[in-house]
C-alpha cells in the first residue's frame, strides 16, 4: 500500500490522479499527511476527501515529529516566482523557496532512515528557462543529491484527452530506478465535449453591443481586445462600446493599431522598442493624412479609445527586473487603450477546438455560445477542463474563489498517466525491497 503525502494541495487534484492511477493496479492508497493554506481551498479538500485535518503553512513542520512515513510525496509547490503571469523573481521570492522545504523533508526522512521511495512533483512552464536554466537545474541537483533518479519533462495536457492546453513541468524522482516521462499514449478532446448546454447567457450592455454587430456564429473563436489586429480579433470600436465611431474614425483605429507596434517608430523617438508606442499627431500624419485628423484623435480620445501620454522608457528596478516608465522629455503622442482584462469577455471559444491555459485572474472572462446568447465557462466546465469528475462540490466555495483554484491546479489525466509508471515501478521494485 503506497504511503502519500500531500503538500501545496489545492484542490488535490496530484492527490486524486495518483489514487486514480494506483486504484487501476489493484493498488489502495493511504494520505497520511496533507497541507494547504489558502481556507476555502481545504474547505474544498475537506468536503472531497473527508479529510478532518489538514496542516497549514508547510515552513512551520517539524518533519519527523508532524509527518508520519510516506512512500510518495506529492507536491504542486507555488508557481508565482516562476510563471510568466508572475514577476519571476524565482528562489528570490519567498514562495521560490517553499522547494527547499520539500528538500527538507525528504532529507529529514532520508536521516532519520526512513527514506520515501519517491516524489512528484508539478510546476509551470515557466521554470524551465528561469534564469537561463539554473533554477530548474539547482531543482534537480538538490534532488539528486538526496539519491533519487529524477527525470523532467514539460507535458501539454491536450495531448492527455482534455480540451485545454496546459503546459506544466512535471518532475519524478525514484530511489529505485528513472521514471520514464517520455512517448505517452497521445489522446485528444475538443472543448465541446464538456459543454453544458441550455444555461442562461449574460445580458449585459457589452453583449448587446457585441451581438448587434455580429451573429453567435460571428463571435465564435474570436478573441475581445484593442492590442492586436486581424480577422480573429473584435475591438471596442467594432462595437461602440465606448461611443459611437464613424468609418473613418475606425479606419484611423484600425491603421493606427498596426503602425504602432512598427519598430522603426522607436528610433524616431528615441526610446527602445515596445509593443505599442504612443506616435505624436504629426507621425501619425504620415500614414493618415486628412483634414480633420486633430479633431479624429480628440473625439477618439474624449470616449476613451485612446489615451495621450508619454512614451515609455525602461529602468531597472530592484531584484534586476526591469519596468516601463513614462519618459516626460518624450513628447506625448496618441495610443490605443488595450488592457488586456478591459472587457467583460476577452475571448469566445470555439466548441470544435481546445481552451487556452486557464489563468486564475482571467478565467472568468472566457465565454462561449450558449443557444443564442453568449455566457461564461462555468465552474463545472471548468472543472472538466482539468480532469476533475463532476462529484467534485465546489459549491461551497465563492465563484471567484472556484476560479482561482482552478486556475492553478494541475490537470489530472497528466497525474495520473505520470503516476502509473510510478505504480508499475513501485509494483516491480516493492517484494525486493530498496
Request: charged fraction near 25%.
Amino acid at each position: 500500500m503506497p504511503r502519500i503525502i500531500d503538500l501545496f494541495a489545492g484542490l488535490g487534484g496530484i492527490r486524486l490522479g495518483f489514487q486514480q492511477a494506483m486504484d487501476e493496479l489493484g493498488l489502495e492508497t493511504e494520505c497520511v499527511f496533507s497541507s494547504e493554506i489558502k481556507p476555502y481551498a481545504i474547505q474544498a479538500y475537506k468536503e472531497f476527501y473527508g479529510e478532518e485535518e489538514i496542516y497549514g503553512d508547510i515552513t512551520l513542520v517539524n518533519t519527523n515529529q508532524d509527518i508520519p512515513d510516506f512512500d510518495y510525496l506529492l507536491a504542486g509547490f507555488p508557481c508565482q516566482p516562476f510563471s510568466s503571469a508572475g514577476h519571476r523573481n524565482g528562489f528570490a521570492d519567498t514562495r521560490g523557496t517553499l522547494f527547499f522545504e520539500i528538500e527538507k523533508i525528504l532529507q529529514d526522512k532520508i536521516n532519520a532512515n526512513r527514506p520515501p521511495r519517491g516524489f512528484l512533483l508539478e510546476n509551470v512552464e515557466g521554470l524551465i528557462n528561469h534564469d537561463n536554466g539554473n533554477t530548474l537545474n539547482i531543482i534537480i541537483t538538490h534532488l539528486k543529491q538526496l539519491g533519487y533518479h529524477v527525470s523532467c519533462k514539460l507535458l501539454d495536457s491536450k495531448e492527455f484527452g482534455l480540451p485545454q492546453s496546459r503546459k506544466r513541468v512535471y518532475i519524478v524522482g525514484s530511489l529505485d530506478e528513472e521514471i520514464n516521462l517520455e512517448e505517452f499514449e497521445q489522446r485528444g478532446a475538443v472543448l465541446g465535449d464538456i459543454l453544458q448546454r441550455g444555461l442562461p447567457t449574460v445580458d449585459t450592455e457589452f453583449t448587446r453591443r457585441l451581438l448587434a454587430n455580429y451573429t453567435t456564429q460571428e463571435v465564435i473563436g474570436k478573441s475581445i481586445k484593442d492590442k492586436r489586429g486581424g480577422k480573429n480579433n473584435i475591438h471596442s470600436w467594432d462595437i461602440d462600446l465606448k461611443g459611437n465611431t464613424t468609418q473613418l474614425e475606425r479606419k484611423l483605429m484600425n491603421s493606427l493599431l498596426k503602425q504602432r507596434r512598427k519598430k522603426h517608430w522607436a528610433e524616431v523617438i528615441g526610446i527602445k522598442w515596445m509593443d505599442g508606442m504612443p506616435l505624436t499627431e504629426d507621425q501619425i500624419r504620415t500614414f493618415f493624412d486628412v483634414p480633420e485628423l486633430h479633431e479624429i484623435l480628440e473625439h477618439l480620445t474624449e470616449m476613451g479609445y485612446l489615451v495621450y501620454e508619454y512614451p515609455k522608457k525602461q529602468v531597472n528596478v530592484e531584484n534586476g527586473t526591469v519596468k516601463r516608465v513614462p519618459d516626460k522629455t518624450k513628447d506625448k503622442g496618441y495610443n490605443i487603450v488595450a488592457g488586456k482584462l478591459s472587457f467583460e469577455f476577452s475571448k469566445i471559444l470555439d466548441p470544435k477546438d481546445i481552451a487556452p491555459t486557464l489563468v486564475a485572474m482571467d478565467v472568468a472572462k472566457l465565454g462561449v455560445v450558449d443557444g443564442e446568447g453568449i455566457r461564461r465557462l462555468t465552474i463545472r466546465e471548468c472543472q472538466r477542463l482539468c480532469g476533475y469528475p463532476d462529484d467534485y462540490n465546489l459549491d461551497m466555495v465563492s465563484e471567484s474563489d472556484a476560479f482561482d483554484l482552478l486556475g492553478n491546479t494541475v490537470c489530472v489525466p497528466v497525474i495520473k498517466d505520470i503516476s502509473l509508471r510510478i505504480g508499475r515501478s513501485y509494483l516491480n521494485n516493492v517484494n525486493g525491497g530498496i
